[in-house]
Nanobody
Framework: QVQLVASGGGLVQAGGSLRLSCAASGRPFSYYAMGWFRQAPGKERELVATISRSGGSTYYTDSVKGRFTISRNNAQKTVYLQMNTLKPEDTGVYYC??????????????????WGKGTQVTVSS
């Protein structure tokens, strides 16, 4: 019911920053809690951060806490991931995903669906 496309990835050196965007279309964006995931080569996809429908509640995996910030603009139907102090281990394909309609807070990886097209992030040492 909602279509998602991530963008903003690229090649940066360690210590640099990137801002990822995920644009939504279709259903009203405010219906969905949102999440960012990443998948490194040869590894399983992992949850990076989540944000509630109104943006009042956020969650981060320990490895990015203090460096990454998730935010959203419901009027523009976009969720963002600001990534600072990037490390080589942050390298991977980053995806955004939507939770079930009208569920305010979603933090369990298995509860997300409606996967968007990913964007590649590469951090060199």
């Amino acid at each position: 019911q909602v279509q998602l496309v991530a963008s903003g990835g690229g090649l940066v050196q360690a210590g640099g920053s990137l801002r990822l965007s995920c644009a939504a279309s279709g259903r009203p964006f405010s219906y969905y809690a949102m999440g960012w995931f990443r998948q490194a080569p040869g590894k399983e996809r992992e949850l990076v951060a989540t944000i509630s429908r109104s943006g009042g509640s956020t969650y981060y995996t320990d490895s990015v806490k203090g460096r990454f910030t998730i935010s959203r603009n419901n009027a523009q139907k976009t969720v963002y991931l600001q990534m600072n102090t990037l490390k080589p281990e942050d390298t991977g394909v980053y995806y955004c995903a939507a939770g079930p309609e009208f569920r305010t807070v979603v933090t369990a990886p298995g509860d997300f669906g409606s996967w968007g097209k990913g964007t590649q992030v590469t951090v060199s040492s």
